[in-house]
Each structure stands twice: as structure tokens, then as C-alpha cells.
């Protein structure tokens, strides 16, 4: 019986892990996908595939890692899918969500977020992710080079693509923000 136990991780403690980390990688599964929903599914699928792999995880201090890396790869597999075999969100009316309101997001004070998130979609999948990982979730070039599968080079090179890349779009007429337009959340809410 000892055995079962080592494989599954125990109930309060994957508890606590999941409302530890998951406001955190629903923010950084967000800005690599641009959907919210969307997000909250990569979310759920990294959990389940992190309680089913839990016996091979051997260090916990690495969860954060691991769970990013589970978040990446859920997101690139999502953009592999065909899309006949995605699921359709149901026909009629969602219901509001149901808990107590979480703390404001500190990056929704910024007031060109909306601008920054579309530019960060209208980049290449692999681009982006180098910039999500380097700059949203703060790795080191190395950390994202192991989290990524590749080698530190590709990560700087794919940094400096991506970042001209997103100057770029950010500098597009399409994307520039007028002053009299607020593009962050509740700018859109008020008109």
C-alpha cells in the first residue's frame, strides 16, 4: 500500500500547490496564447499532467520549472491541433464566476497592456515564448534554453528577433495607442 501512496501525491498538499501556482501560470499561459479561456484550460492540463507524472517528479524545488515547461508544451501542442478536433465553447450564456475576487493584476495598471498583449500574439509562437519567458517569468538565457529545448544561442537570437519584431508591430499604425483611448481593461469596460 506504501507504494500507491508514493506514486499519487497527497490530496492537501497538490491543494495547496494548485492555488499556490495557478494565478501565476494562468497570467503567463495568457500572454502565450492571448485567450483567457484558453489559458485557464492550459492550466488545468498542466496540473493533470503534473498529478499524473508526480512520481517522476524527484525535486520539489523544481515544480516551477516543470510547470512551466508542462504550460509551454500544452501550448504549443493546443496551436498543433487541428482545428476540427478543438473544442467549441457551448451556445448560450456562460455563468459568472463564482469565488472571491482576486487581487488587481499589477500589470493592469499599465495603459498600453491590451497594445502590448496583441503585439505579443502577432509574433511567431517561438518568439514569443523567449520573450514570455525572459521578460514575464524572468528567466536566466539558460533556464529558458532548458525549458525550451534548445541552446542558449537560439534563445539570445530569438530574443533580439522578438524584440525587433515586437518594436515593430508596436510601431505599426494598427497598434498605435491614441492618448484619448485607455486600452487597458477597464478603459474598455467604460466605453
Excluded at 506514486?7 to 492537501?12: A, G, L, N, Q, S
Excluded at 489559458?39 to 515544480?63: M, N, P, T, Y
Excluded at 520573450?131 to 533580439?160: H, I, M, N, Y
Aim: aromatic residues 6%; contains cysteine.
Amino acid at each position: 500500500m506504501r507504494l500507491l501512496d508514493e506514486r499519487r501525491p497527497d490530496d492537501e498538499e497538490f491543494a495547496r500547490l494548485v492555488a499556490a501556482r495557478s494565478h501565476a501560470l494562468r497570467r503567463t499561459a495568457y500572454l502565450m496564447c492571448g485567450d483567457w479561456h484558453q489559458a485557464e484550460d492550459l492550466v488545468q492540463v498542466s496540473f493533470i499532467k503534473l498529478h499524473a507524472a508526480w512520481s517522476r517528479v524527484r525535486r520539489r524545488d523544481d515544480l516551477d520549472a516543470y510547470l512551466r515547461r508542462i504550460l509551454l508544451r500544452a501550448c504549443i501542442d493546443e496551436k498543433r491541433r487541428a482545428w476540427w478536433r478543438r473544442e467549441q465553447p457551448a451556445s448560450g450564456a456562460l455563468p459568472d464566476s463564482v469565488g472571491e475576487p482576486q487581487a488587481p493584476d499589477p500589470a493592469d495598471t499599465l495603459s498600453h497592456r491590451g497594445a502590448l498583449v496583441a503585439a505579443l500574439r502577432a509574433l511567431p509562437a517561438g518568439q514569443r515564448a523567449v520573450l514570455v519567458l525572459r521578460f514575464w517569468e524572468d528567466q536566466s538565457v539558460e533556464e529558458t534554453a532548458r525549458l525550451l529545448g534548445c541552446s542558449p544561442g537560439t534563445v539570445k537570437s530569438q530574443t533580439a528577433r522578438g524584440l525587433t519584431a515586437l518594436r515593430a508591430v508596436l510601431a505599426s499604425p494598427a497598434h498605435a495607442v491614441r492618448p484619448d483611448r485607455d486600452t487597458t481593461t477597464e478603459g474598455k469596460a467604460r466605453s
